[in-house]
């Protein structure tokens, strides 16, 4: 599905909820999946990601039934069962990385695979310290498909060069099945969905600073809740601060400090944004975001922040043409490794529509401020993010832009035109 985006005259407003969100609702199948008893999930994310991990517990023996549109009863074997057919992780990087700490531990053989996109990805980040620990996996040059032989491992006390929530969280599962103490240690602290969950569920799980470690442990059934998935709401963000005459409320979004370096990073850059109605859910902060329009500035985004903004920087990206000045987005060069090569296909695409932006080896630097001009057709290369992005562009374009293959951001967001319909008035 191709779209045209064109120019919004008079400002974004009204209150919106946007949906569950992706990375805690693929922690609450598996995790459900591992407790041997009954949970209700209230607020799952039906994207197509979070799909990809529910049809693979399913597999794995998990009965699952929808009680309404998004809420879901899992009811969990006592053991994983042996899966009968390859399990399909589809596009979705959080299955894959996510469900190999699980399956390297069972006592039988699994065989993951995924998309073009995801076939390309890499898991060597994943598969290295499985392998320390034991695992034995069959892969294709450290690429899916995966072929896991489960069986019994040793725990570790593992170093990881990378700031990675997956890995993180691939190793803390495999932990978790297995004797002794495993140890994870990461440059930056990543998104610690896992760890709180786990915590919640009763695992015996101690994090301090960049490090965390896990002993094995029997995990309870508890009725778990997903927040709006503050990655979603981004976009929503992003567009209300430079939409002309805009005031939005985001309701029920995930408020984890882990996640919201959007936040800190547009307070930083001049935005006029507040948090209301603060709570704690299941462990995870929550809370209402006001956003009106202003003034942004460019910023410096590096190091430790770029972990709590990873998945947000193509839409950072856009902020950044309508802020007065440079910003530069450097340590980033893992974005090459997401659902595309996130930093040159960003370039090649805002470039396209008029945004001064330039290529570095490990992020961007964008001169701002910038009138996109639009008037132009552009490509989403399968990313829902990288689509996303473009059209909250569009919105401020002088001229149309055309998104080619639109319907990729149903990977996590399918009701993303939708509530920006509610919105534009
Ligand atoms: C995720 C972690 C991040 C993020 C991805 C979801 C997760 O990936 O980019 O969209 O749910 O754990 P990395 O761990 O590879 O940085």
Redesign the pocket.
């Known amino acids: 599905m191709n779209i045209t985006v064109k120019n919004i005259k008079n400002g974004l407003k009204g209150t919106i909820t946007i949906p569950p969100d ?2 805690i609702s ?1 922690r609450a199948v598996m995790f459900s999946a591992l407790t041997g008893g009954k949970t209700k999930i209230t607020n799952f994310s039906k994207g197509a990601d979070c799909i990809s991990t529910l049809n693979i517990i399913q597999q794995l023996g998990c009965d699952v039934k929808f009680i309404d549109e998004n809420n879901l009863i899992i009811i969990a074997p006592n053991k994983l069962i042996t899966p009968t057919q390859v399990l399909n992780c589809g596009n979705s ?2 299955t894959m990385r996510l469900i190999s700490g699980i399956l390297a531990t069972q006592n039988f053989e699994s065989t993951l695979i995924g998309d073009a996109s995801l076939s390309k990805r890499p898991m060597k980040r994943i598969i290295e310290p499985l392998e320390l620990m034991g695992a034995q996996i069959c892969h294709n040059d450290y690429r899916a498909p995966l072929k896991i032989f489960g069986k019994k491992l040793q725990p570790i006390n593992y170093k990881s060069k990378l700031a ?4 993180k ?1 691939c190793i803390l599962l495999a932990g978790l099945n297995t004797k002794g103490e495993t140890t994870f240690e990461e440059p930056f602290k ?2 610690n ?1 896992s760890e709180l969950m786990l915590e919640y569920l009763g695992a015996e799980i101690l994090s301090i600073g960049n490090k965390v470690s896990i002993k094995k442990s029997i995990l309870q059934p508890k009725n778990l809740s997903i927040p709006g998935d503050i990655s979603s709401a981004a976009f929503f963000i992003a567009a209300a601060s430079i939409v002309p005459n805009s005031d939005i409320i985001v309701k029920n979004v995930g408020l984890n400090p882990t996640r919201t370096g959007i936040i800190d990073i547009l307070q930083k850059m001049g935005a006029n944004i507040e948090i209301l109605n603060k709570k704690i859910e299941c462990l995870e902060e929550i809370g209402d975001i006001r956003i009106k329009t202003s003034e942004l500035n460019g910023a410096e985004i590096k190091a430790e922040i770029i ?1 709590r903004l ?2 947000e920087l193509p839409i950072i990206a856009v902020l950044a043409s309508q802020a007065n000045g440079k910003t530069i987005v450097k340590d980033a060069q ?1 974005l090459r490794n ?1 659902e595309s090569d996130r930093i040159s296909c960003l370039v090649k695409e805002l470039t396209k529509i008029g945004i001064n932006i330039t290529e570095t080896e490990d992020g961007f630097i964008i001169e701002g401020k910038t009138s996109i001009k639009g008037d132009a057709e552009v490509e989403c290369y399968h990313d829902h993010r990288l689509a996303m992005s473009l059209y909250v562009a569009g919105l401020i374009a002088k001229k149309p832009i055309t998104i080619k293959e639109f319907h990729w951001v149903d990977i996590s967001f399918p009701e993303f035109l939708s509530l920006m319909e509610k919105i534009k008035i």
């Open positions: 992706k990375s693929h990087g959080t990675s929530a997956q890995v969280s990543s998104r969905h972990p990873i998945d893992d997401k």
